[in-house]
C-alpha cells in the first residue's frame, strides 16, 4: 500500500501523468517494462512529489492501496494487451485498470467486458492535450463503469484542465464511450485544421498576403470569436521565419501532412453508423491527397487558373473568409457531434453531449471560446438534433450567407482547393432543402435493381415495372 494510484509506461504521457499527480499531492506508484525510465523519472522529478518506483509488476501492485488504481500509458494496440494480460493475474475484484493510451473504442469494448468477467473495472480513457496537457492539466474522457467513476473522478479532476472552476473531466459513459468521444475530438481536430489551413491559402494565394501579413490577420482572429488554441498556434507557424534559409518557415516545410489515424477511424466509424461527416472526411482526405507525391506529380501540367483572385486582394476578404471560416466550423463540430449523438444511441451510452463540449473548452487541442457556445446550445436544447438551428448559430450562418458563398466560388475560380468550405456549404445546403434529388436516386435504383421506393403521398413500398408497361406495383 502507500500509493493512491500508480502509472505504468512512463514515456513522455505516463510520465507527466505520473508527474501531475505527484505535484497534486497524490502518492503515485510508478513503472515501466525497462526500469531505466522509472529511474530517471525519480531521480529527475523526485522532489515534485512522492513517487513509489516499482521494479516489478509485483512491486507495483503491491505499492497500491486497495481498491487498486492502475494507469496504464503504453503504446496503443497489441502492447496495450500484451500489459494487462500482465498485470491482471495481480489484481482483486473491485481493482481498477485506466487505459489512457489512444485505443480504439472497440477495443476497449472487447476489454472491458473481458475484465468485467474477471471482476475487475476497465476505464478506458481518452486523454487529449499531448505532453504539456498531461503535466499541466489535459482535458480527460473517461468510460467504464460509474462506479469505477466514483472511485477515480476525484484524482483525475484535480489533475485536468479547468475552464472558469470546471474540471475538464467528467464521466463520459460505459465501456469504449470515452475512447469514441476522444476519437471523435480527434476527427474535430482534423477538420478544424483542414478550414484553418484552407483560410491560410486563400489569404495567400486568392488575396496575396505574405505568410506574415496573414499570421497578423489569425492573431485579429484570436481575439473574437474564433478565439482558440489552433488559430492562436497558427499564427506563431505563420510568423515564424527558417533559421537556415530566411525564408517564411511554412514554405521550407514539405506540403504533405500525415496522420497517425484517430482520424480515420472517426471517419471508418461514421460510416458504420450512417452518421455525414464530410467536414472531417474531407480533411482526412485533404491529407491523403498531399501525400500522394506520384499523382500530383503527374498533374502538374492540367489544365486550369492560375491561383490568384485580383478582386480578392480588397480589405473585405480577410473579413470574407472568417465569416466562412466559422460557418464552415459549425457545421464541422455539428457534424461531430452528431457522430457522438449517433454513437451513444448505437450502444446505449446516454452521453451528454453538452458535457462533452464543456470538458473540451481546456486543455485539449480544440480548445476555444466556440466551444461555450455549444455548451450553451446543448444547455438550451439538450436533445437538439442538430446545432445549426441553435439560435446563436442560426443567426451566424445567416450573418455569413454572402461571404461564405463568396469565399467558396472564389476558390473554385481560382483553382484553390478549398474542400473544407465547400463540403460544409454543400451539407447546409442540402440539409435546409426542401426536395434533394434523392428522389431520382430511388428511381434509378428502382430501374436497374428493384430496389422499391416510397411515395411522398402515399404509405408503403413499390416498385415501377421498368422493363414492362411501366406500371406501379406495391412491393
Ligand atoms: P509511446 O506510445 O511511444 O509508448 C512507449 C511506452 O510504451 C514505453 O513506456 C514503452 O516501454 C511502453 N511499451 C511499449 N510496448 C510495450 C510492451 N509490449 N510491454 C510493456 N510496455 C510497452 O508513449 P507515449 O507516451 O507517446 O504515449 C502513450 C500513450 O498515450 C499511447 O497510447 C499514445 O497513443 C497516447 N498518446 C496520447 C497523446 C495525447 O495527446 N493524448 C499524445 C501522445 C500519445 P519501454 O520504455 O520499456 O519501451
Not at 472558469?164 to 482534423?190: L, R, W
Request: charged fraction near 20%; aromatic fraction near 8%.
Amino acid at each position: 500500500g502507500g500509493a493512491r494510484i500508480g502509472v505504468t509506461g512512463l514515456a513522455v504521457m505516463g510520465r507527466n501523468l505520473a508527474r501531475n499527480l505527484a505535484r497534486h499531492g497524490h502518492p503515485v506508484a510508478v513503472h515501466n517494462r525497462t526500469p531505466a525510465r522509472t529511474k530517471a523519472l525519480v531521480e529527475e522529478f523526485g522532489h515534485e512529489g512522492t513517487f513509489l518506483p516499482a521494479r516489478s509488476p509485483e512491486e507495483f501492485t503491491a505499492a497500491l492501496e486497495r481498491p487498486r488504481r492502475l494507469v496504464i500509458m503504453v503504446k496503443a494496440g497489441e502492447p496495450t494487451d500484451a500489459v494487462i494480460e500482465e498485470f491482471a493475474p495481480l489484481l482483486e475484484p473491485g481493482d481498477m485498470i485506466v487505459d489512457g493510451g489512444n485505443a480504439h473504442y472497440a477495443d476497449t469494448r472487447r476489454r472491458e467486458a473481458a475484465l468485467r468477467e474477471r471482476g475487475l473495472h476497465f476505464v478506458g480513457t481518452g486523454i487529449s492535450g499531448g505532453e504539456e496537457g498531461a503535466l499541466h492539466g489535459p482535458s480527460i474522457m473517461p468510460g467504464g463503469s460509474a462506479e469505477s467513476y466514483a472511485a477515480l473522478g476525484p484524482m483525475l479532476e484535480d489533475i485536468a484542465a479547468s475552464v472558469g472552476g470546471t474540471p475538464c473531466c467528467v464521466h463520459v459513459g460505459p465501456d469504449g464511450a470515452g475512447h469514441f468521444v476522444k476519437m471523435v475530438h480527434n476527427g474535430i481536430e482534423y477538420a478544424d485544421m483542414q478550414l484553418i489551413a484552407e483560410s491560410y491559402d486563400l489569404l495567400r494565394h486568392a488575396a496575396g498576403l505574405s505568410p506574415a501579413e496573414i499570421a497578423e490577420v489569425f492573431r485579429t482572429w484570436n481575439t473574437g470569436r474564433l478565439e482558440s488554441y489552433l488559430i492562436e498556434i497558427t499564427a506563431e507557424v505563420l510568423a515564424h521565419t527558417d533559421a537556415a534559409t530566411g525564408e517564411p518557415f511554412v514554405d521550407v516545410v514539405l506540403d504533405q501532412a500525415e496522420q497517425k489515424g484517430t482520424g480515420r477511424w472517426t471517419v471508418q466509424t461514421a460510416l458504420d453508423l450512417g452518421v455525414p461527416v464530410g467536414g472531417i472526411a474531407e480533411a482526412v482526405f485533404a491529407r491523403s491527397v498531399s501525400g500522394h507525391a506520384d499523382l500530383r506529380e503527374a498533374a502538374q501540367g492540367l489544365p486550369g487558373p492560375a491561383r490568384s483572385a485580383p478582386a480578392a486582394a480588397g480589405s473585405g476578404f480577410a473579413d470574407a473568409v472568417e465569416k466562412a471560416l466559422y460557418a464552415s466550423k459549425i457545421v464541422a463540430y455539428a457534424q461531430g457531434f452528431h457522430q457522438i449523438q449517433a454513437g451513444s444511441a448505437e450502444y446505449g451510452w446516454d452521453i451528454d453531449r453538452g458535457a462533452m463540449a464543456t470538458i473540451w473548452r481546456g486543455g485539449c487541442i480544440i480548445r476555444a471560446r466556440f466551444l461555450d457556445r455549444i455548451r450553451a446550445a446543448y444547455e438550451a436544447d439538450p436533445a437538439t438534433p442538430t446545432l445549426l438551428t441553435d439560435d446563436h448559430f442560426a443567426e451566424a450562418l445567416g450573418d455569413a450567407q454572402d461571404a461564405w458563398r463568396d469565399v467558396a466560388a472564389t476558390a473554385a475560380r481560382a483553382g484553390i482547393p478549398a474542400p473544407g468550405f465547400a463540403t460544409a456549404l454543400a451539407y447546409y445546403d442540402s440539409l435546409r432543402t426542401r426536395r434533394l434529388p434523392a428522389a431520382l436516386t430511388q428511381g434509378q435504383r428502382d430501374f436497374f435493381g428493384a430496389h422499391t421506393y416510397r411515395r411522398t403521398d402515399r404509405e408503403g413500398s413499390f416498385h415501377t415495372l421498368w422493363g414492362g408497361d411501366r406500371t406501379e406495383r406495391p412491393a
